[in-house]
């Protein structure tokens, strides 16, 4: 295929449609590949997305995608990027489907995975009743019994983060916990409980947590739990694009570096979203995909209006 697209973006989440859709804007022409398996599916609603508070992410990206449709130099497909290299000036894509793009431009933003424990019972609360980010679940639960399921250092930010939501939380450290003096008494002066007992399951219905069950089969009752979760990359295209990983930090695994434009360090490769570890919110998402695109368009003035440089009495198109 002899097309040649401005800017690939892959990940339809959040920061991939809001790049797309400033691409569009700009009149580029983009192509926008998604596979459809946000992260955030579970999830009852958008927390603190200003004008679509507590939406379904489902119906968020389902707007996302109507709204793209406006614009006649965007292209929305459904399928999976399972590789990618440079060629020359060009990024080659190659899709599940067994097609192949070519771009000027590409952003990553196919997000990130949550790898939570293997608990019994949690699959089924996930995104609901029990999550990993108070400020996206935090006031659906608010003044409620609550638990933290975390250990070290994160468990104590965690912990007293959600005490700002409930009076009544305990700190599950599942096992002998690892905690120091100091923070013991900090939690205990915030009126947290820490309980060291070893958890088996979760148990609840219909997405609603009802108590933690303790390996000795004791039980607490709790209404809602925050579990310490890491993300993983989901994709290893950043790294086969020539893109290089940032520290790893107790939220994210490998995450792609970025600078203050959202370039990686892969020459015309931009990222923006959960991959590049910021805040794991949609709102913030949204923002970086849109910063990410702006930058995409600066970049390729260069491409369309390239510097004359004099040599001589000529011109030479630099």
Known sequence: MDRIWDCVVV??????????LVLGRARRRTLLIDGGAQSNLPAHGIGGLLGHDGRPPAELYALGRQ?????????VR????TGGERADELFVL?????????????????????????L?????????????????????????PLAVLARGERAVHSTLLLRLWSDDVILLTDGPGDLDGAQRERLTAAGVTVDERAVAELSGADGNLEAVVFADGSWL????????????????????????????????????????????????????GDLVAQMPQVAAAVAAGSAA???????????YFPAVVQEGSRHVVA
Do not use: K
Not at 67 to 75: F, I, K, N, Q, T
Not at 78 to 81: D, G, I
Not at 102 to 110: K, N, P, Q
Not at 293 to 303: G, Y
């Open 11 to 20: 990940g339809g989440g959040a920061a991939g449609l809001s790049a797309a």
């Open 67 to 75: 709204e793209l449709s406006a614009y006649p130099s965007v292209e």
């Open 78 to 81: 459904t399928a999976e990027v």
């Open 94 to 118: 190659r899709l599940d489907d067994g097609g192949i793009e070519r771009a000027r431009r590409v952003v990553l933003s196919t997000g990130m995975e949550y790898r939570p424990p293997a």
């Open 120 to 144: 019994p019972g949690l699959a089924q609360l996930w995104g609901r009743s029990a999550f990993h980010c108070p400020f996206c679940h935090g006031w659906e639960v608010r003044d409620q």
């Open 221 to 272: 009752p709790r209404t809602g739990i925050l579990v310490a979760t890491t993300l993983h990359q989901r994709s290893s295209l950043a790294e086969q694009l020539g893109a290089t990983s940032g520290e790893s930090t107790p939220v994210a695994h490998n995450p792609v570096h970025v600078d203050a434009f959202y370039r990686t360090s892969a020459g015309g490769v931009f990222a923006a």
């Open 293 to 303: 695109a702006a930058a995409v368009v600066q970049s390729l003035i260069e491409e």
